[in-house]
């Protein structure tokens, strides 16, 4: 179910007896020479949705813009900083927690986005503990990235192994190829070189990936992987959402 082809009635009925969401976050930035800009939202998107079939849970609106300051010497790259980022994760938690919400598990699809996430849990701890007066709803939110569940690091590993990379990789990619087949981009690339030491700004990273890979043979993506890889973090998603909701 997602919240934005719900009304506010079914959201209340929903209320009374489910007090969680999932809410996809990820990033628009570049992927490379095959890859969507929207691939880290594309991804957590598709997988909580099919996760939410299954746990009957609201998926929220994804957040679709992240932390990609580092991207933004290829044209369409669009970056939050950290503050701006971190207000939009508050804003959005407390204003469904106003109404009932406790539960936050966000579906993350870009690395460049933990950090901050994490710190903006924090700040909303921290003024539900500063406010004082009774009926506070008991806030707890999680950061799941679902690239990160064993099945799907298993996959990954056995279709690519070490040429998956680190940015556009093959497995991201797949998942947007079975997402959006009509989208699937032909570019012919040779393997993605090493990444060859760390970068620094934006320019920086352009200047040692020129096409915008991190040791990614994005060539590599197929629609029908990306379909494993839904399953797999779909599947990795619904144990997490358990247990997280199962919390005292």
Not at 116 to 145: D, M, W
Not at 190 to 217: K, M, N, S, V
């Amino acid at each position: 179910m997602r919240l934005q082809l719900m009304t506010w009635m079914e959201v209340e009925a929903y209320l009374n007896g489910n007090r969680g969401i999932i809410i996809p976050i990820g990033s628009t930035e570049q992927h490379g020479p095959n890859g969507l800009f929207g691939t880290d939202a594309i991804c957590p998107e598709v997988i909580a949705d099919r996760a939410a079939e299954t746990l009957g849970c609201i998926v929220g609106p994804t957040i679709s813009i992240g932390m990609a300051q580092h991207h933004l010497a290829f044209p369409g790259s669009i970056a939050l900083r950290p503050s701006t980022l971190m207000a939009v994760i508050r804003d959005s938690v407390l204003s469904l927690a106003r109404n009932g919400f406790e539960r936050f598990y966000f579906l993350n699809g870009h690395g460049g986005n933990i950090a901050t996430v994490s710190a903006a849990f924090s700040e909303i701890y921290a003024e539900k503990s500063l406010a004082v007066g009774p009926n506070q709803p008991h806030v707890r939110c999680k950061l799941a990235n679902w690239f990160a569940f064993p099945a799907v690091k298993e996959i990954s590993q056995e279709l690519y192994g070490d040429r998956d990379g680190s940015h556009a990789t093959a497995s991201e990619i797949s998942v947007t190829q079975y997402a959006y087949p009509e989208h699937i981009k032909k570019v012919d690339m040779d393997p993605a070189p090493p990444r060859p030491r760390p970068f620094y700004d934006a320019e920086d990273y352009r200047l040692i990936h020129p096409d915008g890979r991190i040791g990614a043979d994005s060539f590599l993506a197929t629609p029908e992987a990306g379909a494993r890889l839904v399953e797999a973090s779909a599947a990795g998603v619904v144990e997490d959402y358990r247990s997280f909701m199962a919390e005292a």
